[in-house]
């Protein structure tokens, strides 16, 4: 039982694989996170290693133990951040000594199950040791081993590790399709659920995970309160602000990354509702206060924020100093204190 929700393409493409005896020695997922990458790779090292009438069953010993991430030929390499939050740690790379107790691994037969898989969750983290280290490896292919190289971020995956694998794209589901899924299998409530689909951009994995972790929804709650309280504040308040905020993420930016680009939603938001678009929102736990501000602004000054956010995440990811362009931001920002006085007068 293939448990992937939707990726119809690439089931059927692992399926006719498997039926053919033609599985790769290598696979290459690309797609956004939480897509359902992983647990995609997890039904193929099921179905590879499956003792049932049609793999994967899900239901067998060697199923089960894949599943439960206790299959002793099933292994998932992953970015380790040791014991830092993950917040601030300044891990950012899968290591030569990682890979290499993988190869070690190659070479051993098959302990419990038919074939060996090995998922590298996170392949563009490879080092550039690493990425050499199997690069060796993906040319020298074991008949038993297949491996399933996972990543968010192509680009930064070595052309020729890309080019000894298999590509397979995932793309992010129709958000009927996760609000659906979200209430009938995980029982979430359709409001909930609704919101939940919309701030996932269809990624389900990403949408099940804020549903069972509260605290990711109460963090976004509190980001926006966070971003709509600073549009009161003077000029000394929002650089203090972009100072805190840069100095918190120094070690690692992807949490602000993720704030701006909520910040950035909610803009977006803003811009449909004034477009008369207002059911494509995301943000629609809030759609009254969005509906205020698109009464206020006017389509320039809404699209020239969105475009100041955009530029500032472009220069996030060019290792620009981030306090230089937050306080760029901070400048270009709307006054909100002047959007409720203009409201009240309107």
């Known amino acids: 039982m293939w448990t992937v929700i939707g990726h119809e393409k690439a089931v059927a493409l692992l399926r006719r694989s498997l039926e053919k005896g033609a599985v790769a020695h290598a696979y290459l997922f690309v797609g956004p996170a939480h897509v359902g990458k992983m647990t995609l790779a997890v039904n193929l090292a099921q179905a590879l290693n499956c003792t049932g009438p049609e793999p994967p069953c899900g239901a067998c010993e060697s199923c089960r133990r894949i599943a439960d991430g206790k299959h002793a030929d099933v292994q998932v390499t992953e970015l380790q ?27 051993l037969p098959a302990f419990e199950g038919k074939r060996k898989v090995f998922i590298i969750d996170g392949a563009e983290h490879m080092s550039i040791g690493a990425a050499n280290r199997m690069l060796k490896t993906l040319e020298e292919p074991v008949s038993s081993v297949v491996f ?39 029982g979430v409530e359709p409001d909930k659920a609704k919101l939940l689909a919309r701030l996932s951009a269809g990624c389900l994995g990403w949408a099940v995970t804020m549903a069972n972790e509260p605290s990711l929804l109460q963090q976004r709650s509190d980001w926006l309160d966070d971003w709509l309280d600073i549009m009161e504040g003077d000029l000394d308040a929002r650089f203090s602000f972009a100072a805190r905020i840069a100095e918190r993420y120094s070690q690692n930016r992807e949490p602000l990354d993720r ?13 449909l509702v004034k477009a008369g678009n207002e059911d ?27 475009g ?29 204190a002047k959007v409720k006085k203009e409201a009240h007068d309107t």
């Open 81 to 107: 951040r040791g014991d830092e939050a993950a917040e601030t740690s300044s891990k950012t790379r899968i290591s030569v000594q990682q890979v290499d107790g993988i190869l070690h691994s190659v070479n």
């Open 148 to 186: 399933v190289l996972l990543t968010v971020n192509e680009a930064m995956v070595p052309v020729t590790v890309i080019s000894r694998c298999q590509r397979v794209e995932f793309f992010p589901l129709p958000l009927a399709a996760v609000e659906g899924a979200l209430v009938s299998r995980w």
């Open 259 to 271: 704030k701006l680009t909520l910040l950035l939603d909610w803009w977006r938001d803003v811009l």
């Open 280 to 306: 494509a929102i995301v943000n629609v736990d809030r759609a009254d206060t969005l509906a205020q501000m698109a009464g206020v602004y006017g389509l320039a000054r809404i699209r020239a924020f969105i």
């Open 308 to 336: 100041r956010i955009e530029s500032v995440l472009g220069q996030l990811h060019q290792n620009v100093n981030p306090q230089l362009a937050l306080e760029v931001m901070m400048l270009d920002m709307p006054e909100r």
